[in-house]
């Protein structure tokens, strides 16, 4: 069975089963949860599901149906080899699909809409069965393209089903919300990441940090335990420390003239530094040492420099302050 596949999401895939099994399917499912934790999963297994002809209502996974729906084709846009299957994503169609000359680069477009949606969803599924329109990152959906979907998304034709996966349903149209039906899909546990990471080969040494980071997520967590992307953030680490120890500015100024300027990667590399820093509070805490109350203030420098630069402040100046404050409260 496909849903047997998904890991510790057991209350959405009891809702799904329990829909499928008594032929109670909503037309149009809103997948919300934190991204790499199995909503996309349970998608393409509930649209098996709802195209198998193996004689399972929960999808046999087996038959030639089945393995359509996640056989993927080998040239751009790669979408399912089944033709009742339907991925919606921004830039995954090119442009000239789309009856465009340029991408799509911050947002799905109306044109993606009518296109790919609405041209398919007046007609019946080519197979018979179901067919389904899977929307990826459902809230950079334009507002065009949102209100084009409105009247099919709460109307659609029998057989026909959505999808929308998201990871920030507040961003979503308040009309599509109420068009929707949502279904939570929880952080992954730690257990469940270490396995992940585990069957992927991941040293043991590369997982704590990254499941730590990793805010429960699958993807996030292999992406975090990468050999490549550790090394570099370890050695962040190390020399912010290293600064804050310095008798002067001069190692966090070199810092932040050579430490990679991309925001997404300095403030992973600060979730890291205040994941290790608040590690030793905990350690010096549990020693009942006096150096408690110091870790744990360094944790609170790091917490408050991760929000500066959410508030796109100036990479180099967060980070020099932020070792200045760090040496100031080490004295």
Do not use: W
């Amino acid at each position: 069975m496909p849903f047997s596949h998904i890991l510790g999401q057991e209350t959405a895939v009891a809702t799904l089963t329990r829909a499928l099994e008594t032929d109670r399917v909503h037309h149009a499912y809103r997948f919300e949860g934190p991204d790499g934790v199995g909503k996309e999963m349970a998608a393409f297994a509930l649209a098996q599901a709802l195209v198998c002809v193996g004689g399972d209502k929960l999808g046999c996974g087996k038959c030639d149906a089945c393995r359509r729906v996640v056989t993927f084709s080998e040239e751009e846009p790669h979408s399912p080899i089944h033709p009742d299957i339907r991925i919606v994503a921004r830039g995954f169609y090119p442009p000239e699909v789309l009856g465009q000359r340029t991408g799509e680069t911050k947002e799905i477009s109306v044109h993606q809409i009518r296109a790919i949606v609405l041209s398919h969803a007046q007609f019946p599924p080519h197979e018979g069965r179901a067919r389904v329109f899977l929307v990826r990152a459902a809230e950079e959906m334009s507002t065009g393209a949102a209100n084009a979907l409105l009247k099919t998304l709460e109307e659609p034709r029998q057989g026909t089903h959505f999808v929308l996966l998201t990871a920030r349903p507040d961003r979503l149209l308040s009309t599509i919300r109420s068009r929707t039906l949502p279904l939570r899909f929880g952080p992954l546990s730690e257990p469940i990441l270490r396995g992940i990471l585990t069957k992927q080969g991941v040293p043991a040494e590369r997982q704590d940090l990254a499941i730590e980071l990793s805010g429960g997520s699958a993807s996030a967590a292999l992406a975090l335990s990468d050999a490549e992307q550790s090394a570099a953030r370890d050695a962040f680490v190390n020399a912010a420390l290293s600064a804050v120890r310095a008798p002067s500015l001069g190692p966090a100024v070199m810092l932040s003239e050579s430490g990679d300027k991309d925001k997404d990667v300095l403030r992973m590399n600060l979730r890291a530094l205040a994941a290790v820093l608040a590690r030793e509070a905990r350690a010096k805490a549990s020693e009942a040492s006096s150096a408690a109350p110091r870790a744990a203030s360094r944790y609170e420098v790091v917490q408050r420099a991760i929000a500066q630069i959410d508030r796109n402040a100036a990479a180099g100046f967060v980070v020099t302050g932020m070792i200045a404050e760090m040496q100031r409260r080490a004295g």
